[in-house]
T-cell receptor, first 114, second 114 residues
Framework: DTGVSQDPRHKITKRGQNVTFRCDPI?????LYWYRQTLGQGPEFLTY????????KSRLLSDRFSAERPKGSFSTLEIQRTEQGDSAMYLC????????????FGPGTRLTVT | QKEVEQNSGPLSVPEGAIASLNCTYS??????FFWYRQYSGKSPELIMS????GDKEDGRFTAQLNKASQYVSLLIRDSQPSDSATYLC??????????????FGRGTSLIVHP
């Protein structure tokens, strides 16, 4: 079991560009979560998949953010027309289908928008 | 707006002492409660989960849940300098789509000094 992996680990982009992040969950974990975390704050929920279905999406999330999980395996998070306020750590977590909802986090992708 | 409140600290305790971390939540219907530890520059890692009223012990850690008071706590016995980190409380709050959204507090910074 290799744990949750995220790619890239760091991304620097210019304002207005689109970026895409990838998350590979622990194998056989059916739930996958995306969060955004800024300094001094806890992780802020963005969206959640159970298998390939996107069950919840934060109402705080603008239409510039979209996520997919084709075939219920890896997931991608895309941010269109990035803004400086999007600079943050983007965390992915997965959870097993045992009803515990315990989450295992990846190392995160640090996004810097210049 | 579902809220999970934690004192940001820092909480400073001497090595060997008991550290007590507290968390309150606003939605009475919340299910599943978690404590995560986050070292500076790292992603959160699961310490404890608790689902029913009472105490749950795992090694030096004890989680306590009181649903009537909407209160969950974490006790760390025999605190070690390696326990110095930010401790995040997470609560699964009911969402409009019928599932539960993990909501994190901003975390409490713990410093264990020799």
């Amino acid at each position: 079991d290799t744990g949750v992996s995220q790619d890239p680990r760091h991304k620097i982009t210019k304002r207005g560009q689109n970026v895409t992040f990838r998350c590979d969950p622990i194998s056989e974990h059916n739930r996958l979560y995306w969060y955004r975390q800024t300094l001094g704050q806890g992780p802020e929920f963005l969206t959640y998949f159970q298998n390939e279905a996107q069950l919840e999406k934060s109402r705080l999330l603008s239409d510039r953010f979209s996520a997919e999980r084709p075939k219920g395996s890896f997931s991608t998070l895309e941010i269109q027309r990035t803004e400086q306020g999007d600079s943050a750590m983007y965390l992915c977590a997965s959870s097993p289908p045992d009803g515990t909802y315990e989450q295992y986090f990846g190392p995160g992708t640090r996004l810097t928008v210049t | 707006q579902k809220e999970v409140e934690q004192n940001s600290g820092p909480l400073s305790v001497p090595e060997g002492a008991i550290a007590s971390l507290n968390c309150t939540y606003s939605d009475r219907v919340s299910q599943s409660f978690f404590w995560y530890r986050q070292y500076s520059g790292k992603s959160p890692e699961l310490i404890m989960s608790i689902y029913s009223n009472g105490d749950k012990e795992d090694g030096r850690f004890t989680a306590q849940l009181n649903k009537a008071s909407q209160y969950v706590s974490l006790l760390i016995r025999d605190s070690q300098p390696s326990d110095s980190a930010t401790y995040l409380c997470a609560v699964n709050c009911p969402a409009s789509g019928g599932s539960y959204i993990p909501t994190f507090g901003r975390g409490t910074s713990l410093i264990v000094h020799p």
